[in-house]
């Protein structure tokens, strides 16, 4: 029973029969609308918005039937539909099946089967509904990335490119999917990254970067960096997860920089004098060739040496530990000037005069000393001249200080991170499809198992009387503990048994998902349960662990900041990068909101961004996603500014509310936008045929007519000029337009000829013509143009269609009588069902259950035939089969007795098997009814035999024995009357033998 109450809306036009259905609903914990045609259950569903299913009839009499009536439904609601009719064509199933893919259930299934169905319409629901949620939001996530990402098949042919990627290599997206990553590779560097790619696919490394150069379609280069991921599938490799990054301006910047800093350099070791740097401490951390040579030592010993300690007499020591601790407190833009004297590492003494500088870094703050200084010990220079020299020093100092401040900046511009995306968790489950459902009985007493054909036909067994042992074998090694631990349960009280397992069926080997559930008999000692084949349903979950695995993978890879906000503003999720982008960690961003007053916000051209138009709140105003929004973010703990490109989308719930606010950023400080062009060039040939009796035109690849001659023209009343240039959509339906491009296509493919017939909708009539494509192929073997030509075959087709109108006019009405019969049964057995609910007297209710079932039988014959080759010849073994489980259920005691059937099978005709349907309804009726009365189990055999032209059908059960009193000849039953009447119309003879139970003869002659 479900555990929450459901409603379900039940459209059915036959008022007895949907009476009958809503009953039987209501038993097994339903809610029960009612809808007698399909215009009032489109009506009901803005009525009653709880509807949770439909249960859908598809003959609903006049006005639009069933299939219709979905199709409205679907439109605007979004409910499971499960479609309830006595149709069991193929085709009808069919159609039902490109509506919704919820079920069909036969009308005559018991309730166990349409409650089971409804439960998997439920679960497919469901799953259905969080499969569309996490696609749309990968989807989202791929297309609106703001780097170039692209998937790439393991033969290096590109799968699937982001809009960044194709604006990146200016390629269109229809383009690309016919190259390879080669090929927008640069030559030179193809080989670049293929060692640490093998190392990729064989799992030594799980992620590699690297940098190369690329050509675009317009034959630029531009610089990239490119991470790229391995994805597999099963275990295996499936394909590469690539991102790519321009650095042009990067790589330009590079270049130029180490240009600078060999300039630098140069410039420091052509210096005649000492030129050093120091940090705060006084420890040496840059020395040029004239002060390793002017001061002893050779490169680059000196590096790391305190300067104070290892060169000044040791009487000034304390004395220069103090200016430079005062000298860091000073006005740090001015350049200061002093003279004492060093010791040089031969130990000799030195006079020096010093020039010396603060270094700062790009915030202003104290980094070391810069100094210059210059020997003149053994120099006597005059004021004048010495004075000149120190100016031109000073001139030389500024100009390193402006050189050593360039190179910090740009250094600082290159100091641009990697960014990684954390995963995010979202777990996608798969949908299930509607399963096959069948029944078993476990005999405690015998330990052998019986099952209905749905459970043979999901186990691939057919169970009679198999031993328990047997059936045990058929599960997974790995499962069949379990299964005798819950069996052992089960029996035992003490749990339930509802469990999931494999199966590998015998006959051909192939791995089933069971899912089984039982119920323990202890007066009858058996065990009956029900089975469902879910394999779909784990294909479905399978599919859906792979859709995350991509998601994940992907998701792990961009390089991109992420921020997903609640529909208030408040942070729920961040990323790596987007902490190192803002400069606040996870846990201070989350639950921040939009308006913080922490956040600074500014627009392109630096003033302050009003909160209206921060991205979140335009997207939380306007309910559209944002693209390339440019905004500066001032950092709450740094108070530095970052330029960020942002895009983000909003995430709506199934009511068009917001429900999360997703964005992406990244650092577009060095990216350069990329313009694309595009150029077209097309081939014109021209091949004029204008004396054939055919209707003859030319076309190029694109379908645009290029030539066409009179025949053509005059069909449709116009002059050929009047088609060059126009295309098959601007002459004919987008349908038809559709077709004849397909076809033209593959000529230009294949370069082979395309035979087909063709429609030609005209005002006042459709003309039918056969017509073949054949390839206009140049010297260089390029199909460049297809000529056609086309036979009016408009008179041959009229009569075709006419005849097969008339056969299906023909099938068409068979299949409405048969329905209308079958209806008319189903409602005759309904009503007599529904009396016999009501009846308060025992003998009349028995009548009415008796009367039902001799219905039913007539109704599994009818529809045997229905669906056998001819309308009056059937196997008995197929109507028997049927006939003999469908009495035996219909008993509540049906569960505790055992039904053996071995049938040799003959043929007999609609009137025959008619009388013996009815025979065998009343022996087994009887059999159930009276012969085990008393008994916790019982068994019933059905037996049929030929010999020449003799049969004889035997029913025999071991139950309590006919009294002998009881004679079919002379009894009072109206049961035994009616199998006397018809045994003697049958031209038969019956006997009845006694002894362990209760065995009835019926003999006949057959043709």
Known sequence: MPVQKKTILLVEDEAIIATAEKMSLEMYGYSVVLASNGEKAVEVLGTYPEIDLILMDINLGNGIDGTEAAEIILKDYDVPILFLSSHSEREVVERTEKITSYGYVLKNSSITVLDASIKMAFKLFEANYRLETSEEYFRHSFENAALGVCYVGMDGKFQKTNHAFQNMVGYTEEEIINLGFNDITHPEDRSIGLGVLKQLVGGEISKIFFKKRYVRKDKNVFWATV??????????????IIQIIDITEQKQAEDALRESKETAEMMLNVAAEIIMSEDLEGNITMLNDSGYKILGYESPELIGKNYIETFLPEEIRVDMHAYYSKRKTEDQSKVDTHQYAIVTKPGEKKTIYWRNAIIKDTQGIPMGFLSSGQDITERKLAEIALQGKNEEYAVLNEELNSTTEELQIQNEALNVKEIKLRENERRLTQAEKVAKIGYWILDLDTMTMSASDGANDIYGVNFKKTSLVEVQKIPLLEYRPTLDKALADLVAGQAPYDLEFKIRRPHDGVIVDIHSAATFDKNANTVFGVIQDVTERARTEEALRQS????????????????????????????????????????????????????????EDSSPLPQSEYPVNRILAFKKPIKDCLVGICRPVTCDIVWVMVNGFPVMDDKGQISEILTSFNDITQRKKIEESLRESELKYRSLIESSSDAIFCVDQNGEYKFANYLFASTFGKTADFFIGKTFWDIYPKEHADYRYEATKRVFKTGKSESLEVEVPLPDKTLYFYATANPIIDETGTVILSL??????????????????LLAEKELILKEVHHRIKNNMNTMMSLLSLQAGNAKDRFAKEALEDAENRMHSMGILYDKLYQS?????????????????????????????????????????????????????????????YAFTGRTSGLITVVTTTIDKHAAITVQDNGNGMPGSVSVDESNGFGLQLVMALTRQLGATIRIERGNGTKVVLEFSIQ
């Open 227 to 240: 991470s790229t991921s391995l994805v597999k599938s099963k275990g295996q490799p499936n394909h590469f």
């Open 548 to 603: 995350e695995k991509r998601y994940r993978g992907f998701l792990a890879n961009l390089d991109d900041g992420i921020i997903v906000h609640a529909p208030d503003t408040s942070i729920i999720m961040s990323n790596q990068r987007a902490s190192e982008l803002l400069g606040l960690s996870e846990q201070q961003l989350k639950g921040m909101e939009a308006i913080d007053p922490a956040w600074k916000f500014l627009a």
């Open 788 to 805: 056609t030509h086309a036979v009016d075959i408009t008179e041959r087709k009229i009569a075709e269609e006419k005849i097969k109108s």
């Open 869 to 929: 080759v001819g309308f009056n010849l059937l196997s008995v073994e197929k109507y028997l089969t049927t006939l003999v489980d469908e009495v035996v259920q219909n008993f509540p005691n049906s569960q505790m007795v055992r039904v053996e059937k071995s049938f040799q099978d003959f043929i007999l005709d609609a009137n025959h098997l008619q009388l013996l349907g009815i025979i065998i309804n009343e022996l087994l009726t009887n059999c159930m009814k």
